[in-house]
């Protein structure tokens, strides 16, 4: 695993520390739609709170294009950060460097908290500007990093700031790297990857580096549809990539060199359209009509997917495996998914999930908790997955050797 340091190897007692947090959550008119990564930071500020710190949260809200826009200030999350922490204030800053920042942060006593305004109100932060990131760092005499689901982005408050100041992971971030390691980098085998999502060509990099990876490789979702052309197989009017089929037969003789056993769908559900109430029928997967969309994996795929569950002792998520967003077409993925929280409970699998959708599967189908990790990243998980580098991840990491010389 990348060696960074913790909350455990650092001394934050009576010191301005910098976290950066990721508060780019759901927000509509105003209102926090789904307050989990802000849930998720809290333990990290009462950590922090706990130990005497003086707490500077700092976080990128949506994508502003440079300057400040009203429509994207973190002030709406004043009250949704004060709640997730038990009540206790927060002060806010209207600006995120100079002297409005300075301000906020002179006025913290140890134990208490402000907010910084949007970092991307300034060109600099997506920039990784060494210029803007001393300004951040002037804030503050150690850094914090628990925003995982930021770790993709080589921005200044991620990349070029945690060279500034000694430098930590957050309890989220340290709890992130923990669970995707111990799935990836070094897991109990057989490993089952459960891979879906509408295309094969935007998992291109994934599936090549999952192959590698994984001793099981179960693939559901519009993708799968792409694979199954590729074996001859005809899928009807359903959602595919016509022009990926080489690759996609390139991909699965790359998972027999690589002894990763791939499994598709033998069935599926299929219909004339993605439609609630519309007409469904199980068919075997030679048989699905030319008139047909298959929106879902049938009941004898479900049952081998579960057989592969049962076999693996890890277990890498993402992605749905039918049009799960219309009911009766989440019925694939939310049996998989209580099929995977039901081995989890019973210690059998070590399961991590993780991507917006997967998500949002996971929470329909209520098992969020149940499984042993749900990363709340989308980008960067995808990105990990991808077997890519994270440069919030590499600057820690560069960070805890510079300390350790
Ligand atoms: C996310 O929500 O995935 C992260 O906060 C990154 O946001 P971004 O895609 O706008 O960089
Ligand atoms: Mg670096």
């Not at 600099?124 to 002037?138: I, K, T, V």
């Not at 016509?242 to 060199?257: K, N, V």
Request: hydrophobic share 50%; with cysteine.
């Amino acid at each position: 695993m990348a060696n960074f340091r913790t909350l455990d190897d650092i001394d934050v007692r009576g010191k301005r520390v910098l976290l950066r947090a990721d508060l780019n959550v759901p927000v509509k008119d105003g209102v926090v739609t789904d307050a989990t990564r802000i849930e998720r930071l809290a333990p990290t500020i009462e950590t922090l709170i706990d130990k005497g710190a003086k707490v500077v949260v700092m976080s990128h809200f949506g994508r502003p294009k440079g300057g400040p826009d009203p429509a994207l200030s973190l002030r709406v999350l004043i009250v949704p950060l004060e709640t997730a922490i038990g009540g206790r204030k927060v002060a806010f800053a209207a600006d995120c460097i100079g002297e409005e920042a300075e301000r906020a942060v002179a006025a913290l006593q140890p134990g208490q908290v402000a907010l910084l305004e949007n970092l991307r109100f300034h060109k600099g932060e997506e920039a990784n500007s060494p210029d803007f990131a001393r300004a951040l760092a002037e804030l503050g005499e150690v850094y914090v990093d628990d925003a995982f689901s930021a770790a993709h982005r080589a921005h200044a408050s991620i990349e070029a700031l945690a060279h500034l100041l000694p430098a930590a992971a957050g309890k989220l971030m340290e709890a992130e790297l923990k669970a995707l390691t111990a799935a990836l980098e070094s897991p109990a085998r057989p490993v089952l990857a459960l891979i879906g999502g509408a295309k094969v060509s935007t998992k291109l990099d994934l599936l090549r580096f999952i192959i590698g990876k994984v001793d099981l490789l179960a693939i559901g979702g519009a993708m799968a549809n792409t694979l199954l052309l590729a074996q001859g197989k005809e899928v009807g009017r359903s959602l595919c990539e016509r022009d990926m089929t080489d690759t996609a037969r390139q991909l699965l003789a790359l998972a027999g060199e690589r002894n990763c056993r791939v499994i598709l769908p033998e069935d599926a559900v299929v219909a004339s359209e993605v439609a609630p109430r519309v007409a469904t029928r199980e068919v075997a997967i030679d048989r699905v009509p030319h008139d047909a969309m298959i929106l879902d994996i049938g009941t004898k795929t479900v049952a081998r997917i579960g057989a592969a569950l049962d076999e693996a002792r890890t277990l890498v998520w993402n992605g749905p495996l039918g049009a799960f967003e219309t009911a009766p077409f989440d019925r694939g993925t939310t049996a998989v998914a209580k099929l995977v929280a039901q081995l989890t409970r019973a210690g059998k699998l070590l399961s991590v999930a993780g991507g917006g959708d997967t998500v949002a599967a996971l929470a329909a189908a209520e098992v969020i908790d149940e499984l042993s990790y749900v990363s709340t990243a989308g980008g960067a998980f995808l990105e990990w997955l991808e077997g890519r580098e994270l440069p919030g991840v590499a600057a820690l990491s560069d960070a805890a050797r510079g300390a350790d010389k």
